[in-house]
């Protein structure tokens, strides 16, 4: 049998025969001609090679829109890489990727969309059943005590309606469910309020740059009449107020004007603020031989909730980054750096705290704030403790432990990059101690005392962990008894993923299961997404796009959808579902809402679709 090269080889070869004859001809080749040239010498390092890295797979770059793709290289994730090629070339490049010109995108607004609501009072939406914000409540448990449903209900779950977001190519923004309304955001650019029932469209808002936050919903303090609105914010650092009823803008800020700066995990709303975690993306260009790395910091932000003024911010690492070294190309290096907030805060009423969880650094010299949970103040933004859980851990895209080979922008000793993807919870036992619990991209599940500045009180490894997609990546959830952790480890093949039950007042493992391998496609058992729980169920979904319900008793699978395929959808945008990554699903008056086609992180299977389950 013949065996032939890969298609990265393939691009290699072509690349560089195409280069020696313009050099041979002396001849300038035409900007789309010259598409594949470009793709070869900038992106395909990372883009062939998605089982080891971060970025999508050339497959998954198909379903993303030219604009998307441009739009990254300008002034999005790529636009370090995208210094080094012209504005036409970017054109090019995103045409080459996407397989279609720019301008046939479909229209984002809802007034474009079929089966539009009629106009209504939203009343007082805290009035009732509702999962709100990143984990339903202010402690994150990602717990629904009343759900609607009953353990032995679940197998009679069944797909309601479907909801297609235009302009999109991965649904990463987790639904919120409050007064009989869905709010969602999507990475084409808008945010959608939907009847929770029927899926109709009340409104549309269209925002600066892709929403991958949840969305908290609260009311507007002394407004007469009473009046509500939804916080989030893009990809960009921007943060919005919106009119929960009729999705008029009140307010935005910019939380961070660095070029990589984003918002990622949702803003935590309490007593009249708004705190705002900020992360980035620098540490996906930061191995670029001619990018001056690195000089992004962690930050929390609080809002005046009903006017938007900013009433402090802290940054993760105190100071500033500093020059540090020059490499052998001239290029400047900065540090301390990185130390990325990429979940939502987590609020202490008892002790007037804020928790986060914060990321690896970024530069040199190593920091003590990265890869820790931390207390601050509400009221003032104060740090109060740290608590580090993996010291030394500066890591970047594109470099590797021990790699004589790595760009010369690469911090000395790599570290593991066993960052926190996931927000702190804060719950209380049974006998009215306090613990606050944590998953790590290490693999590791933590239990913290915050009497006693986050002395730790057990851990347990329940994966493997790994740069890029390993450990405990997007949320662990707990009920009154138990923590569940699931794990990615998403490049460990068949033997990825995992479900683990761990006993709260001991750390002491109750089961643990790994989930089906089923034999309808290539399977992918990593469980990278942020569980949820209701009482007697856990659900948890996995890169190949099945969604599962398992028992809390002893992790027996009881219920699940295969979310793969084509959807007629209540909007009439076309849509497919695709792999379960970032967001998990909530769970609000006896219905299921999940957004399937999130598929950065070793999955290959974007989608752009809402799903609505429910009883008949």
């Not at 994730?77 to 720019?102: H, V």
């Not at 000395?412 to 991209?441: R, Y």
Request: net charge negative; aromatic share 10%; charged share 15%.
């Amino acid at each position: 049998m013949i065996k032939w090269p890969s298609a990265t080889t393939l691009i290699l070869i072509v690349y560089l025969t195409m280069r020696a004859t313009m050099l041979h001809a002396q001849t300038e080749v035409p900007p789309v001609v010259m598409s594949p040239l470009v793709y070869a010498e900038h992106c395909v390092s990372c883009h062939g090679s998605p089982e080891t890295s971060r970025a999508p797979s050339r497959d998954a770059l198909k379903e993303r829109s030219p604009e998307t793709i441009y739009e990254a290289l300008n002034t999005g994730s790529m636009s370090a890489q995208g210094d080094n090629i012209s504005d036409m070339q970017k054109k090019a490049l995103a045409i080459f990727l996407s397989g279609r010109p720019f301008g046939l995108t479909d229209n984002g607004h809802a007034s474009s969309m079929t089966h539009q609501c009629e106009s209504q009072s939203i009343g007082n939406p805290l009035n009732g059943p509702a999962w709100n914000g990143w984990g339903a409540d202010l402690g994150n448990s990602r717990y629904q005590p009343n759900p609607g449903i009953a353990e032995d209900e679940i197998n009679k779950l069944s797909l309601k309606w479907a909801f297609g977001f235009p302009n999109a190519s991965s649904a990463y923004s987790q639904p919120t469910v409050v007064g009989g309304r869905v709010y969602a955001g999507s990475d084409g650019g808008f945010v959608y309020s939907l009847n929770a029932i029927t899926g109709c469209v009340y409104w549309s808002y269209q925002t600066k740059a892709g929403v991958r936050t949840a969305i908290s919903l609260g009311k507007l303090s002394q407004s007469q009449p009473e009046r509500f609105a939804v916080y989030f914010g893009d990809i960009h650092a921007n943060v919005y107020a919106l009119d929960a009823e009729t999705g008029e803008l009140l307010w935005t800020q910019t939380a961070d004007t660095h070029r990589f700066a984003r918002i990622t995990g949702a803003p935590t709303l309490f007593n009249g603020r708004l705190f705002v975690p900020v992360s980035s993306l620098e540490e996906a260009a930061g191995s670029t031989p001619t990018y001056e790395c690195c000089t992004f910091r962690g930050s929390i932000v609080a809002y005046d909730a009903t006017t938007g003024q900013e009433l402090w911010k802290s940054y993760i690492i105190p100071v500033e980054p500093r020059k540090t070294r020059v490499t052998s190309l001239g290029t400047q290096i900065y540090g301390p750096s990185g130390a990325a907030v990429w979940s939502a805060p987590t609020i202490d009423t008892k002790r007037n705290l804020l928790y986060v969880a914060t990321g690896d650094a970024y530069s040199d010299p190593p920091e003590g704030n990265s890869d820790a949970i931390i207390a601050f103040d509400i009221e003032t933004g104060r740090r109060v403790w740290v608590q580090q859980l993996t010291a030394n851990d500066v890591w970047l895209v594109g470099c590797s432990p021990n790699d004589p080979s790595n760009p010369e922008t690469c911090p000395e000793n790599v570290g593991p990059d066993f960052d926190f993807g996931s927000s702190p919870i804060l719950l209380t036992l049974a006998n009215g101690k306090e613990l606050i619990t944590a998953g790590q991209k290490s693999g590791i599940a933590w239990a913290l005392d915050p009497d006693q500045q986050g002395k730790i009180l057990w851990q347990l490894r329940v994966g493997k962990g790994s740069a890029g997609g390993g450990g405990v990546q997007f949320g662990p959830a707990t009920d009154n008894e138990s923590a569940y952790f699931a794990t990615a480890d998403a490049f460990a093949g068949l033997d990825a993923g995992g479900l683990t039950a761990i006993q709260l007042e001991t750390g002491e493992q109750r089961w643990s299961v790994k989930p089906p391998c089923p034999k309808v496609r290539e399977c992918s058992p990593a469980q990278p997404a942020a569980i949820s729980v209701i009482p007697g169920v856990v659900f948890s979904g996995t890169l190949d796009g099945t969604m599962r319900a398992y028992s809390t008793v002893n992790g027996k699978v009881i219920w699940e959808y295969d979310s793969v395929r084509e959807y007629s959808t209540i909007n009439g945008v076309p849509a497919k579902g695709g792999a379960f990554n970032g967001p998990g699903p909530t769970i609000v008056d006896g219905m299921l809402f999940m957004n399937s086609g999130y598929s950065a992180i070793g999955g290959n299977l974007p989608g752009n679709v809402l799903l609505a389950f429910g009883i008949d």
